[in-house]
Structure formats: C-alpha cells, structure tokens
C-alpha cells in the first residue's frame, strides 16, 4: 500500500550539540493513526513542524502523497492542528473560520457551503456556525480548529497536543470524533490512554528514534 505521508533517513537539530532527530523513518498508509509519546524536549513537536513543512530537515526527505514536503510551502493535501486552537481561528464566525480554508483552495461557492456543512457536521459544531470563535470555550475551539482543516479535505491530518486545555467533557468528544473518523494520520500527545483509544500504532520518541509500543 502507497505511503500517504513518508519519511525517510530524517536528522534534524537546532545546535550541532543537540541532535534531536537522527535517522528517523516512518510510514503511515491509509487507515492508520500513529500517535507519538515521549519526554518534553525530545523532538515531538519538532517531528510535526517538519512534517508540516514549516521546518526544513537537515538531511533525509518527507513526502506526503508523493510530493516532498518542502518548507515553506503550502501542503493542501496535510492538515495540521495546533496545539492552541485559537492560533487557528481567524474569520468573525465559526461558519466564515472554517469556510477559509476550501475559499482559498479556489473551490467553488456551492462546493464550499457543502464542505463547511459536512465538516461542521463531523465535528458536531453545526450549533455553533454563527458564533464568535474567540467566544468559544476551550473544547469548542478546538473542534472548530479540527472542522476548518476538515473541509479542506486533506490526506492526513498532524495533530500536536489536541488534548491540552480540555476538560473532560471536551476530551470525550475529541476522542468520540476521532474513532469516528476516518482520515490517517499522526498524533502528537503525552495522553497514552487517549492514543490507545484512537490511534492504530502508538511510537515513542527516544534519542532521535521511534520505537513501538504495545496498544
């Protein structure tokens, strides 16, 4: 089965003293969802940033869907969600927030409504399409953050920390929503039961390696 995010041989450090990534390798295919643990500071966020093009590997290669993953492009195919969700949201509703993203695909007018529709849907915000985003408590902003990245109907979707500021509540329907969909991809997150409840795989990340761990 294609790779639909490929990384090969990856090394990556900010000070020649500190390697953080040292020859990583990694496939996800479609139908999986890899979670990745590991010690602050041990290179998880930075794996993502990579991933997502806003960093640049020292040496080695990432490709999603079988394009390279170059930094400072735009990767249509990737979704990424932060692990505040306000840096996400941007538009003066929660419906204009996450019609943003298909907008400047160049899709068409009636084809955004639908996705905005769809992706509000998925993520059960549908009630919330007319309010403020910055208005929002913390579990609906960050379901709102997901809804924008989903109408954009990316391949994979990188998730980094998407537990963090959540309460109960907001983390039993985060996890709901993820064993419910159906999108490969990776998440980032110190919350094992969470990974054993949505992932596929779970990795850790140690000196610059992933190496599996037992669901």
């Known amino acids: ?92 509703t929660v419906a204009e927030d996450v019609a943003f993203g298909p907008q400047n695909l160049g899709v068409p007018p009636a084809a955004v409504h639908r996705q905005v529709a769809e992706a509000l849907a998925a993520t059960q915000t549908t009630h919330l399409a007319q309010r403020v985003p910055h208005q929002l408590s913390g579990g609906e902003k960050r379901m709102v953050a997901i809804a924008g990245i989903l109408a954009m109907r990316p391949h994979v979707i990188l998730y980094d920390e998407p537990t963090a500021f959540l309460d109960r509540r907001s983390c039993q329907a985060l996890t709901a929503f993820l064993q419910q969909n159906e999108t490969p991809g990776m998440i980032i997150s110190h919350d094992v039961p969470f990974l054993q409840s949505v992932c596929t795989q779970i990795m850790a990340l140690e000196a610059g390696q992933l190496r599996p761990l037992a669901l």
């Open 1 to 92: 089965m294609a790779a639909l995010l490929e990384i090969r041989n990856l090394h990556f450090a900010y000070t020649a003293a500190e390697p953080l990534l040292q020859g990583l390798n990694l496939q996800i295919t479609a139908g999986d969802r890899l979670g990745i643990i590991g010690d602050n500071g041990c290179g998880k966020t930075t794996l993502l940033l990579l991933c997502a093009g806003v960093l640049s590997p020292q040496q080695g290669s990432i490709h999603c869907c079988g394009h390279p993953v170059v930094a400072g492009q735009f990767q249509p195919q990737l979704g990424v969600v932060l692990q505040n969700p306000a840096d996400q949201l941007i538009g003066a």
